[in-house]
């Protein structure tokens, strides 16, 4: 039975969360629909494509919809939302014989958000968190995830060390400034289980982890003092996979 809600801005210390927008809680109702504790809408939105889904999946999941659009502004941080889905939190933890992607202290939600779209855009399905790190259910991680977080698995680890010993049998590869090898060059077996590590978006990863695996550079121009996290991740990914 899904908990009795109180519909309130978002915050970390709750059970629930939010999908803001269409697209986003379609991919919900589509990947976890027991979670759903409802759908909202707002009496401004008008009818389309996305909206006939949204009733088709609720209709054969026996999943409330309301039109509230008190609750809605309660809820939302900007004006143009009119779909929301009210999601119970949940788990999906990592599948240890898959290939990972494995962020060490992600510090910005619209960043972890489009790395997840990333991964499950290219295959990669699970992904680990060292902490301390931000909120995956956060709304603003939701939405920029464009509801991927709903079709991935992960995991949190308070170190790395602690994944390792949780998923071992694999290569792995931190991607570094300091890398020893450029991404370019790496010679791998393509069927190879592997982990891609990256750091925080303001330190990267400390030295130690020179010692963690295979250190790779993504080479650029001296224009520049490092990749946006995201990108690094999606031409890193696209790299390992082709």
């Given at each position: 039975?899904?908990?009795?809600?109180?519909?309130?801005?978002?915050?970390?210390?709750?059970?629930?969360?939010?999908?803001?927008?269409?697209?986003?809680?379609?991919?919900?109702?589509?990947?976890?629909?027991?979670?759903?504790?409802?759908?909202?809408?707002s009496n401004r939105l008008k009818e389309d494509a996305h909206i006939?889904?949204?009733?088709?999946?609720?209709?054969?999941?026996?999943?409330?919809?309301?039109v509230n659009e008190k609750a809605i502004n309660r809820i939302a941080?900007?004006?143009?939302?009119?779909?929301?889905?009210?999601?119970?939190?949940?788990?999906?933890?990592?599948?240890?014989?898959?290939?990972?992607?494995?962020?060490?202290?992600?510090?910005?939600?619209?960043?972890?958000?489009?790395?997840?779209?990333?991964?499950?855009?290219?295959?990669?399905?699970?992904?680990?968190?060292?902490?301390?790190?931000?909120?995956?259910?956060?709304?603003?991680?939701?939405?920029?995830?464009?509801?991927?977080?709903?079709?991935?698995?992960?995991?949190?680890?308070?170190?790395?060390?602690?994944?390792?010993?949780?998923?071992?049998?694999?290569?792995?590869y931190t991607l570094m400034l300091k890398g020893s090898t450029n991404?370019?060059?790496?010679?791998?077996?393509?069927?190879?289980?592997?982990?891609?590590?990256?750091?925080?978006?303001?330190?990267?990863?400390?030295?130690?982890?020179?010692?963690?695996?295979?250190?790779?550079?993504?080479?650029?121009?001296?224009?520049?003092?490092?990749?946006?996290?995201?990108?690094?991740?999606?031409?890193?990914?696209?790299?390992?996979?082709?």
């Amino acid at each position: 039975m899904k908990e009795e809600i109180v519909l309130k801005r978002y915050n970390k210390s709750m059970h629930h969360s939010y999908s803001f927008g269409a697209a986003g809680t379609i991919e919900l109702l589509k990947h976890t629909p027991e979670s759903v504790i409802k759908i909202i809408l707002s009496n401004r939105l008008k009818e389309d494509a996305h909206i006939d889904i949204i009733y088709d999946i609720c209709k054969k999941r026996n999943i409330p919809i309301e039109v509230n659009e008190k609750a809605i502004n309660r809820i939302a941080d900007k004006q143009n939302i009119f779909v929301i889905g009210v999601f119970e939190k949940f788990k999906k933890n990592i599948v240890s014989s898959a290939s990972h992607i494995v962020l060490v202290n992600p510090s910005n939600m619209g960043n972890l958000g489009t790395i997840i779209r990333s991964c499950v855009g290219f295959g990669i399905n699970n992904l680990a968190l060292i902490t301390p790190c931000v909120d995956i259910f956060d709304p603003k991680t939701v939405r920029a995830s464009m509801g991927a977080v709903f079709n991935l698995n992960f995991s949190h680890y308070n170190t790395f060390d602690n994944y390792l010993e949780e998923n071992d049998a694999r290569k792995i590869y931190t991607l570094m400034l300091k890398g020893s090898t450029n991404i370019n060059k790496l010679q791998r077996d393509k069927k190879e289980r592997f982990s891609l590590v990256f750091g925080n978006e303001a330190t990267g990863l400390d030295d130690s982890f020179l010692e963690k695996g295979k250190s790779v550079l993504i080479k650029h121009t001296d224009s520049v003092d490092s990749l946006n996290l995201p990108v690094a991740v999606g031409i890193s990914i696209y790299a390992f996979l082709n």
